[in-house]
């Protein structure tokens, strides 16, 4: 019952250097989303996919690629870390009710990232 | 813009106490309504939710919470709470599209 999986858990990065979290979900689920969660902040939504090969921007979509080839895996790239994206990450992904998402979102456990 | 506010960001309680947590966002259409809470070092899980319906909505763990839609408000609540009600809860808005809007969160410790 692994419902949405994260990896790595953890990861510090030198600025400039760049690296992948990989999100999976068993669930079937349509949507994705890949969230940044800072202190006093809440969630923000970074990307999201709301299908297999189709991505679009969130909120904070600035230093972040996706992409979404399978439908059970959405990945977030870092192509140049940058000390401002220190941060919790979260993937969610979300199940569709009478063709619309819910917003009811099941999460991963995260993944902690430190740009030094 | 959408937003979603919660009032206080730390609440310190002792065990037993009654809790109530405020959820009030900005949008003047339907709504799903969440809240979710995050434990110490884990992730973010369902609390409850309000997608229609019966304005009070029963939760996991005693927690429950009414929607007041002329206040824009989701309030949470808890009777009693315990000391490993200790977490962070996040309200959390849904608007009909792909963005889900959070709130900034409420750390609670409880005392034992």
């Known amino acids: 019952n692994a419902g949405v999986t994260q990896t790595p858990k953890f990861r510090v990065l030198k600025t400039g250097q760049s690296m992948t979290l990989l999100c999976a979900q068993d669930?079937?689920?349509?949507?994705m989303y890949w969230y940044r969660q800072d202190p006093g902040m809440g969630l923000r939504l970074i990307h999201y996919s709301v299908g297999e090969g189709t991505t679009a921007k969130g909120e904070v979509p600035d230093g972040y690629n996706v992409s979404r080839l399978k439908k059970q895996n959405f990945l977030l790239g870092l192509e140049s870390a940058a000390p401002s994206q220190t941060s919790v990450y979260f993937c969610?992904?979300?199940?569709?009710?009478?063709?619309?998402?819910?917003?009811?979102?099941?999460f991963g456990e995260g993944s902690r990232l430190t740009v030094l | 813009a959408q937003s979603v506010s919660q009032h206080n960001h730390h609440v310190i309680l002792s065990e037993a106490a009654s809790l109530e947590l405020g959820c009030n966002y900005s949008y003047g259409g339907t709504v799903n309504l969440f809240w979710y809470v995050q434990y110490p070092g884990q992730h973010l899980q369902l609390l409850l939710k309000?997608?229609?319906?019966?304005?009070l909505v029963k939760g996991i763990k005693g927690f429950e919470a009414e929607f007041i839609k002329s206040k824009f408000s989701f309030n949470l609540r808890k009777p009693s709470v315990q000391w490993s009600d200790t977490a962070e809860y996040f309200c959390a808005v849904n608007t009909g599209g792909f963005k889900t809007i959070f709130g900034a969160g409420t750390r609670l410790f409880v005392k034992a």
């Open positions: 669930m079937n689920h349509e949507y």
């Open positions: 969610a992904s979300s199940r569709v009710l009478l063709r619309a998402p819910t917003g009811e979102l099941f």
């Open positions: 309000y997608f229609s319906g019966d304005p």
